[in-house]
């Protein structure tokens, strides 16, 4: 987890609901996911189906995950190696795909939070010709704090 809140009590719905709270369903309804979890947002996305949820998800899976023998996978691809720059592909890619969307939700306990958001910033102020224009954006932590009372 980062800080004192853990990734593991994130779940999908948790992002579907803060997401409602920032843009307009009907009129946008493309949920991106950037998560190093594949097992994790599978299983989420599996959950969803049998919710009467208005959202589509998309998510890029990640290159780290296509060995599951993790430890073996880190000696075979090293950070130098082919696996390194897989990874460091589909970092880039993720943040591509969403520079231009209309609402960010994440764990701002997390680097790679900050990151996507603050490129997001300048993509949006880039498109109305400004230094930077953040869109709205919801921190899960605020979710999970309000609903486990901490």
């Given at each position: 987890g980062?800080?004192?809140?853990?990734?593991?009590?994130?779940?999908?719905?948790?992002?579907?609901?803060?997401?409602?709270?920032?843009?307009?369903?009907?009129?946008?309804?493309?949920?991106?996911?950037?998560?190093?979890?594949?097992e994790?947002?599978?299983?989420?996305?599996?959950?969803?189906?049998?919710?009467?949820?208005?959202?589509?998800v998309?998510?890029?899976?990640s290159?780290?995950?296509?060995?599951?023998?993790?430890?073996?996978?880190k000696?075979?691809?090293?950070?130098?190696?082919?696996?390194?720059l897989?990874?460091?592909v589909?970092?880039?890619?993720?943040?591509?795909?969403?520079r231009n969307?209309?609402?960010?939700?994440?764990?701002?306990?997390?680097?790679?939070?900050?990151i996507?958001?603050?490129?997001?910033?300048?993509?949006?102020g880039?498109?109305?010709?400004?230094?930077?224009?953040?869109p709205?954006f919801?921190?899960?932590?605020?979710?999970?704090?309000?609903?486990?009372?901490?």
């Amino acid at each position: 987890g980062c800080g004192s809140i853990p990734f593991q009590m994130i779940h999908l719905a948790n992002i579907t609901k803060a997401a409602s709270t920032l843009v307009d369903v009907n009129e946008v309804n493309n949920l991106i996911v950037v998560t190093d979890d594949d097992e994790w947002i599978l299983n989420e996305m599996e959950q969803l189906k049998h919710e009467d949820s208005p959202w589509r998800v998309n998510v890029l899976l990640s290159p780290w995950n296509q060995d599951r023998n993790f430890t073996l996978a880190k000696e075979r691809w090293s950070s130098y190696g082919r696996m390194g720059l897989q990874a460091g592909v589909h970092f880039l890619s993720s943040m591509e795909v969403v520079r231009n969307c209309e609402g960010f939700v994440g764990h701002f306990g997390s680097a790679a939070t900050h990151i996507f958001y603050v490129n997001m910033c300048h993509q949006h102020g880039v498109n109305r010709q400004r230094m930077a224009v953040c869109p709205p954006f919801f921190d899960l932590r605020n979710t999970i704090l309000l609903n486990h009372g901490g």
